[in-house]
RNA sequence: GCGGGAUUGGUCUAGUGGUUAGGAUACCAGCCCCCCAAGCUGGUGGUCGCGGGUUCGAAUCCCGCAUCCCGCACCA
């Protein structure tokens, strides 16, 4: 299936909606999750804290969205987040000011450069609309930050454009209070905010979204002295060093040939792998792509972008960014706070390497992954404990007391799983509506249940049955949805 | 932002100026009682993205706006 045919199938069960879609002026760039997608998602969220944050001993936090201005200052986004722009008078295309300038005079043109000097190089080299001839305006700057004025002053602040910010801003404190050590990983998931110029794809552009980032704390002297390695060197990592050209490659192999800097990225790039795995992503359509010094964020000095292969062709679904020590020495200059921590005998400023996760993505690309059409029946393939709903409970018939016995069960299991219960219609067609929206298992009450108390659970890959006990059955419920699996 | 296409019940879609907007699917109820959908009967649901205009009369023509898709540009 396409990417259209996805984004049907989830708004047509509930994962997904447009936000606002019964208003005219609805805006492009939100979308609300619906009741599958939310608990999809949730689930999602909890894998990552399973087998990231916990397995990493990270310490996560949920940083507020509305920062002040000073933040984004000490960041660069107020600088660096900003595009110059100009605008044709006659068509109205808009473009980027320095790079319509570079590509038209061949010089490196400087994006800080200022408004006037732009104005100038364009009217000096009677650069015209590509488009239609016309001439250009003056340039301006656009900005991706949401801008907000908060209390009766009006005071200039603004929503985060990605959620790390908090991270670096509590540092100082956290990492007292939580009695940390370097190196020492920070969580959060959240929501961040960017006025994209033109949102597309539904989930892969949005304008509010949801990133679950990673910050890695760690001293720079000591990035090769990382114990934790050694237990996933013999890890297969498919990277993508030079255009599409993949190697695959063990992390030890990798760090060998210097294609990755140090252990402890190596380390933190195999986890996140290894994360995928569990989420049921199918890794052999996935590749760390080492980024070109001309796409990297103006913050990082060396990145890879976790993609993946879907419909729409590569996603990047995390971005791993070393940012050294860009944002705790940004923050200190601007705040005049010291964020230098002891490490044994030494102050040092530590550097960061961060996971930075966009969730709305990877729901997206695990919803493709996970589809499967099998001649007449559509197959959601989810791993069992990212399933929104866990299990169906049915009737075989809707008589003889069937549905009595079937509502009983299911009243008592709903408080422990996500279950849901339904009798109309065969019970042919109540399995291949569970299969559709992921559900795992389905128990079914037959004629045997009021002779024995056994009922079936049929699993939704295979289609086979078990009967087991209904004294049994949560016990068995628990241990096929919580089997974890790469 | 530019160019192109699209916008009719949950979904797909017929309908290009004129009676209560038709169908499929889904959904609901009943029948059937069947362990892998699409059997029978009945039923709910749309005023046609929003606003304005033309006309005696518009889902159908015109204008503006919004959203979605594709291409360009943009994507810290």
């Avoid at 299911?410 to 067609?429: C, H, Q, T, V």
């Amino acid at each position: 299936m396409n990417y259209e045919q996805i984004i049907r199938l989830m708004l047509e069960r509930g994962f997904l909606l447009p936000s606002s879609e019964i208003y005219a002026d609805a805006l492009a760039g939100f979308w609300d999750y619906g009741p599958l997608g939310v608990a999809l998602k949730n689930k999602y969220v909890e894998l990552w804290r399973r087998y990231l944050v916990r397995r990493d001993n990270m310490v996560e936090i949920d940083g507020c969205q509305i920062m002040p201005k000073s933040v984004f200052v000490a960041s660069g986004h107020l600088a660096g987040f900003e595009d110059p722009i100009v605008s044709c008078t006659k068509c109205n295309l808009t473009l980027r000011a320095d790079r319509l300038i570079q590509e038209k005079t061949g010089k490196i043109i400087p994006e800080r450069l200022p408004n006037q000097e732009l104005d100038n190089l364009i009217s000096s080299n009677d650069i015209r609309c590509p488009n239609c001839g016309g001439n250009f305006g003056n340039v301006r700057r656009f900005n991706m930050m949401f801008k907000v004025n908060v209390g009766p002053s009006g005071e200039e602040a603004y929503l985060r454009p990605e959620t790390c910010q908090s991270i670096f801003v509590d540092f100082p404190r956290l990492f007292k209070v939580m009695r940390c050590k370097l190196p020492v990983a920070f969580a959060q998931y959240g929501k961040s905010f960017r006025n994209e110029i033109s949102p597309r794809q539904s989930l892969m552009r949005l304008r509010e979204f949801y990133q679950a980032e990673i910050e890695v704390f760690f001293n720079p002297d000591k990035a090769n002295e990382f114990e934790k390695f050694d237990a996933v060197k013999s890890e297969v990592l498919r990277l993508a060093l030079d255009g599409e050209k993949l190697e695959e490659i063990t992390a030890a192999e990798a760090l060998e040939k210097g294609y990755l800097p140090n252990k402890l990225i190596a380390y933190y790039l195999v986890i996140l792998k290894q994360f995928y795995q569990y989420a049921g992503l199918d890794v052999k359509r996935s590749r760390f792509r080492k980024l070109g010094d001309d796409e990297k964020a103006f913050y990082a000095s060396s990145a890879f972008d976790f993609e993946v292969e879907t419909s729409l062709g590569w996603i990047e679904l995390v971005a791993c960014n070393h940012r050294g020590d860009y944002d705790l020495s940004g923050h200190s200059k601007v705040s005049k706070k010291d964020m230098t921590v002891l490490d044994g005998d030494r102050d040092v400023l530590p550097n960061v390497f961060e996971l930075s996760m966009g969730v709305d993505r990877s729901i997206y690309a695990i919803i493709e992954h996970s589809l499967v059409v099998d001649g007449e029946r559509t197959v959601l393939r989810f791993k069992p404990y990212l399933a929104p709903i866990q299990v169906g409970v049915f009737p075989l018939v809707t008589r003889d007391g069937l549905p009595e016995a079937a509502k009983q069960i299911y009243s008592k299991i709903k408080l422990n799983f996500e279950a849901f219960y339904d009798e109309s219609g065969s019970i042919g067609r109540r399995y291949r509506r569970m299969d559709e929206i992921g559900t795992p298992f389905c128990i079914t009450v037959d004629y045997q249940t009021l002779e024995d108390n056994t009922v079936t659970i049929r699993d939704r890959d295979t289609m086979k049955q078990d009967r087991v006990k209904i004294s049994e059955l949560e016990q068995a419920l628990q241990r096929r949805l919580f089997t974890y699996s790469p």
